[in-house]
């Protein structure tokens, strides 16, 4: 089975990329969309100071 | 003078260096006319495999910004590092760990529970957690490991440069630009910003006053005049690099730290912890006690941005 390999996915915040599996007739089979990426704000958050929150939570995204 | 050929990525980070290379707004054409670009995930559409196809050292500037905290990211570090004859450690999280570093007070175990399988807005009854191979119907799929540590940039290459700030100031995005177009970088190893602290730019009068109690910084609303850490405020100040125009006590909010500790200083965080140590007036152990306490934080305050690079490190294992 043929695969199509996009990575990485440009222009737009963050990191992606898209595996893409082709058949014999060269139609697509099926398409896998990952995230090669995990920082954890979800767990480092945790224990902060609550007015640390608006300043910490805006570097999961600066765009 | 041939064209320079200009690359930027973002490792572990969350894009804000790269909106910072725009902020410098028309002078976006001074390094248009100044560079072609030649690798830009967020703004232009080159593959990984454009770059690996590169010769080595075809690429003049790399401008390189995130923390390293995958195998992906050492791989593209290592990559650029090579493809570039000069590699510049670009924003706080690439110089120190910036903010994703503080994960580093947790492991990589915990972060994979909570965001995989505690979240609320996960649903995930068998526990699955990504895996660096997937056997799928249709072949194998692969992520990137993920790394126990958040590292800098420096302590997976070797890098020419080092410009701080979350993000780097417009100013100091010029100085670069600048010195690209006139061949006239620094000795290698610089840090592109100021060499003195932050208070040596603050225009706040100090008065050399003790301080017998810390405040959060709601707690109070500071004199816009009088040093911040003289009115009980946790300003970093006296362990952070100068260079960026005292932006935030500007605006009555205390240094964050995120330009890292000034030339000379090993540790941010203990040098803020003897600068406070060096004005607090405690009348005995209790008074000590009480103001230690006073800090909400203190691992996440005194290494905000700066935890990868600390001579800590991480959170030690209790296990010995």
Same mark, same amino acid.
């Given at each position: 089975m043929k695969k199509v390999t996009i990575d ?56 | ?40 995930p967020i703004a232009l559409d080159f593959k ?98 993920? *790394? ?156 905000? *941005? ?15």
């Open positions: 990485p996915i440009t222009r737009l915040e963050g990191h992606g990329k898209i595996e893409i599996f082709l058949n014999d007739t060269g139609d697509v089979a099926n398409t896998y969309f990952q995230i090669p990426e995990l920082r954890g704000f979800e767990k480092f958050c945790e224990g902060r100071p609550v007015e640390e929150m608006p300043r910490i939570v805006p570097r999961i995204c600066g765009v | 003078m041939a064209k320079l050929k200009l690359a930027l990525y973002w490792a572990g980070a969350c894009g804000g260096c790269d909106v910072a290379v725009l902020d410098v707004n028309e002078k976006i054409l001074d390094v248009a006319n100044l560079a072609d670009i030649v690798f830009w990984y495999h454009h770059v690996e196809a590169m010769p080595d050292k075809s690429i003049d500037v790399c401008l390189f910004n995130g923390c390293i905290r995958s195998s992906e990211q050492e791989h593209i570090a290592k990559m650029l590092r090579a493809k570039s004859k000069v590699l510049v450690s670009f924003g706080s999280c690439a110089c120190f760990g910036g903010i994703p570093a503080l994960a580093n007070f947790t492991t990589r175990a915990e972060i994979m529970e909570r965001v995989y399988i505690e979240a609320p807005s996960n649903e995930n009854p068998n526990k699955t957690l990504p895996q660096t191979k997937v056997k799928v119907a249709e072949g194998e799929i692969t992520l990137p490991e993920l *790394f126990e540590n958040v590292l800098t940039l420096a302590q997976v290459v070797p890098v020419e440069y080092f410009v701080p700030g979350c993000p780097p100031t417009v100013d100091i995005i010029l100085k670069v630009v600048n010195a690209l177009a006139t061949n006239s970088l620094p000795p290698v190893g610089a840090v592109i910003a100021s060499d003195k602290t932050l208070c040596d730019e603050c225009d706040r009068k100090k008065e050399n006053k003790k301080i017998t109690r810390i405040y959060r910084t709601q707690e109070i609303i500071p004199d816009s005049q009088k040093c911040l850490l003289e009115q009980g405020l946790l300003c970093m100040g006296p362990a952070t690099r100068g260079g960026c125009g005292a932006l935030c006590v500007k605006v009555n909010i205390p240094c964050r730290g995120c330009f890292g500790p000034p030339a000379g200083v090993a540790d941010q965080g203990a040098k803020l912890v003897s600068s406070i140590a060096s004005i607090y007036e405690a009348k005995d152990e209790k008074d000590i006690a009480r103001m230690v306490n006073e800090v909400a934080d203190p691992a996440g305050t005194f290494y905000r *941005f700066g935890m990868s690079s600390s001579m800590l490190k991480r959170k030690r294992s209790q296990k010995r």
